[in-house]
Structures are given as structure tokens and as C-alpha cells.
């Protein structure tokens, strides 16, 4: 049973772009991380909301994924060396459900999990947005005095809590909009 | 030794190792424990053969992980297909280090505060989770993508867009906690509630516990939402060509994220290691002693959830896809944002710690709910709008 299909230059020359994009989001879900995380620590700074941090928790962590990173390839490596290896045509071709594989596996796919994809990153930025802005929001209610940023820009609760409701009623017609349109339908 | 141990960074490290021998045992005990809850609720007897009551199983299941073959198909993408359960086992096992397992601790009985019991507290706190959280979509979608395997590739597309979805409402039901605590920390957000009269989070926000627990089930591709790996439908999904260790790295992956998610859903709903009027489970009780207390409190804590995650696996049918899909941004998504922005009303009047206004607000929300429910006219047949309705044929001369 011999695969048949493109071999794998010509599916990655034919689907190449749709790597290309796939890796373009998954840079930006990162990036999304380094920017919530970057805008809470700036907000730290910025405005002494959050405790005070240093590099030492971050040097624990480096040694739990050092010792997770240990176990993975301690794993693999263990796999390598003890399983028996004997190779067939039949053994190594691809299983599906026992039937000739028919083409290669990776072809297009439903435009909607495209447009899952827009929509997850335009709301999550507005989550990004909410975090440094609840801790703020927080101190300034509770304090009762405004936030006071080193540019010398000051805005109360109240302030805070406005501008918010802006952003969040933006979200919303944004979201009524595609609900109407029927980006959330399945078919 | 004890000096030693009063340096936080070489706590840390201690605390991390012994972590993580627990956590594999556990892991282990927790699939034993999967295979004989699934017996109980199913009256049958589960696995008894290997040791008294089976109890060796996880030990035998381990070595023929080892020894089996190892295939790698022809056609697979071989760094990705090797890399794919490598980041599911490291993405599992690195989450715990944030997770508060017992408090500060006095290591000579000095009544001086050393180090605490935590890999590490760093000043992101909970965001650290929510990025471990995201990046776990990984090693699904690696995975099927290198498989080159239609129902593998199928599986990688659902669970890329599950995962997504899901990663919302659990942002924004985590951000009602911060704004109920006016922390990050984790270790912080015990405490408020500890500080707040006694009154954990889920007394204050019951929705939010529940849509955050919904979403720990979808971020780690539990029953109802195990659509990545139906095997009804997708043979094994993404690790359909994934045998040997490499199936077992998966299978240890999804329950250290378990443990994990169970984890974070305690310290910011349930208190943490806190149990009220408890002696030794206290803020201000930090022996060596408490410490140990307050880790078993934890543990027992995950415990429970455990048992609820395997509960409901055996209770709940799977979801389609478009109920999935559409559970998470037209329920999930507009109830979380709906009590994001009423505990932030809250915490500008000054209210954000009253169980009155809280739980008076979140049964509104529900109440809510509940009437534009009643007042749809459309049936509630779990289809969608735009689907052609059913017709059915009646037999001629049927009543």
C-alpha cells in the first residue's frame, strides 16, 4: 500500500502559504503575551500598582522548565533506545481507517476557522487592554485618589471607569455586528 | 541545611523537584484512578489484575509505553511530529510553578517569614498562566499538522479554534477575580479572600466559577469538549499516528494541565489551601507543620476536581462542533463580559466584597438569561437558525 498524493515539497510549495499564516498568528498570540505581561510591568513602574518584583521568581521558573524540558527529551531519548524498530511499507504509511490514503493530508479548510482567528485576536487585545486598567482601576477606587502616571497624566475612578465603558461599548457594537452578520453561525 | 533551605531561590528548586515527583506519580495514579471511576460509574470492575485491586497498573502501563514500537510513519513531518508531544509534556508540567501550595512558612520558629511555599511568584502572576494555557494549544495543533493525517489535521483545525474561543471568557471570568481582589498574584488573591471575611470568590461570583470551570474543561480537551480526539469521529484525532511514548507524553501532558487548570480554578474561586476557622490552615499560622497542612488541603482540593473532571466525562455527551462554537461566543463570551462590567461598577462604589450585591447581581444575570430564554418562541432543539428545519414524513393514515 503505497501513498499516494503529492510528496512533501510539493505540499509545502502548495500549502505553504497557509504555514506562512499560521506561523504569522502564532507570532502574534505570543506577542500578545509579551505585551500583557509588558503592560502590567510597565503599569508597575508607570503608576506603582502592582508590588514589587524581581528576577528571582523568573529564575525559578527557568528551573522548572528546565527540569519539564529534561523529562521530554529524557523521554523521547529513553523511547529511541529501548523500543524495537522494524520497519515496513505497509507499518508506515499513513492510517486511515485501513483505506488508501488519496491525496495529501493537508488541504483547505473551512474559512470560518479563519474568521475564529480574526475575531479571537480582536477580542483579545481588548482583554490585553483590561488588565493593566483593572489593576489601576482598582487602587483608584479603593484609595480614592486619582492614578497619577510619571507623565504626569492623573485620572480618578470615575475617569477610569468611563473610559472603559467607552472602549467596552466600541467592543460591543463591533461584536452585535458580526453576530447580525452571522460570523458565529456554523453551516 | 536550614539556613540553606531559608533562601528562597533554593526552596524554590527543593519545592520544585519534590513538585514535580509528586506530580508524575499523580499523573500516573490519576489515569488509574480514570480507568476504575469510569468502571465504578459504568458497574463494571476495572483494572484488577496487575497488583491487589490493580493498584500496580500506572507501573505496567509505564514499561509497555517503553517497550512498545515507536512507529514513524513515512509521510510525517518528522521534527514537528517528534517536537509535538515534547511541548504537551513540557507545557504540562511547567504550569504548577506558580500555583500557592502552602503559604509563607517559618522555617526555625522564629515568628520571621522566610521564603514561601512557591516555585515562584513572579510579578505577572496569573498572566503566567494564562500564557501557559495558551501556548498548550501546541502541542495539539503540532501534532496534527506533522501527522499528515486527515482526521489528525481535522482534529488540529477544531482544537486550534476550541482553544481560542475558549481562552476569552476564561480571560475575562479570571479578570473579575482581579478586579474582586486587586491583585495578580496568586498567593495575593488567596489572601483577599482569606481577608474578606472568610467569603471565597465562588460565594461572590458563582457564574464566573462556573464559566471559568466550563473553560478549563475546553483548554484542556475534557469530555463534553474532547472534539480534538472523538474517536467516534476522528479516530484518535490529533495523536492518531502517535504510538508508544510518544502517546504516553501526551496522555501525561493532558493530565498535568488537569492538575493545573484544577490548580488555578482553586486559588482564585475556593480559597487556595484556606479552609475557614480551621486552625493551622490560617494566614498567620506559618510553621513547617501548617505548611504541610495547607499542601494537603490544596491537594485534596485538586483531588475533588479531579474526580469531578472524570465525573462529568462519563455524564455529559460530547458537543458538536457548532454547539461548541456557539456556546462559547454567544453564552459564554456576552455572560462573562456582562460581569466584568458589573463588578467593575461595583468596585467603583465600593461594593465588590458584598455578598449581597455580588450574588444579588450574578442571579440577576442569570435571571436575565433565563427570561429571554422563556420569552424565544423558536423551539430549543440545539440546531441553529440557519438550518433547514426538519420535516417529518408521516406514514398516510398515521394518527
Redesign the interface.
Known sequence: MV?V?PS?AQSLQRYGSGVVSGMVL?VC??LR?LM??WS??GF?RYCGV?????L??????L???G???S???G??L???L?????KG?V???????GMPTIG????R??V??YL??L??LL??VE?VF??PW??A???A??TGEPIVTTGGFSAG??TL?GA??VF?AFL?VG?AYE?RK?A???? | MLELLKDQFTFSVILALVIVGILNGAVAYCIYFERKISAWLQDRVGPNRVGPLGLLQPLADGGKFVLKEDIIPANVDKPLFLFAPFMALVLGFIGFAILPWGGSVDLDGDGVVDVIAQVADPGIGILYLLGIGGLAVYGVVLGGWANNNKYAYFAAMRATAQMLSYEIPMGLCILIVVLTAGQIRLEEIVLAQVGNGNIWNICLHPVAFIILLTTVFAETNRTPFDLAEAEQELIGGYHTEYGALKFGMFFLGEYAHMITGSGMVIVLFLGGWHLPWIPGLQPEDVSIGAMLLKMSVFGAKIAVFLFFFMWVRWTLPRFRFDQLMRLSWKGLMPISLALMCYTSVLVYAGKATSLAWCLGGELGVVFIVLAINAMRTAPITGRQRNMPAITVHKPAGAP
Open positions: 501513498v498524493g512533501k502564532a498570540r505570543e503575551y500583557m505581561a502590567c510591568d508597575e502592582m508590588g514589587e518584583s524581581s528571582v521568581p523568573y529564575g525559578a521558573i528551573v522548572v522548565i527540569i519539564a524540558v523529562m521530554g527529551v523521554a523521547l529513553i523511547a529511541h529501548v523500543r524495537p524498530a522494524r511499507d507499518k508506515d504509511s499513513t492510517y486511515e481507517s495529501d493530508a493537508r488541504q479548510f473551512n470560518r476557522f475564529i482567528a475575531l479571537f477580542f483579545d482583554v483590561l488588565w483593572a489593576l482601576f482598582f487602587k477606587s479603593k475612578s470615575g471607569l472603559m465603558a467596552v460591543l461584536f453576530w452571522g458565529l453561525e456554523w453551516d
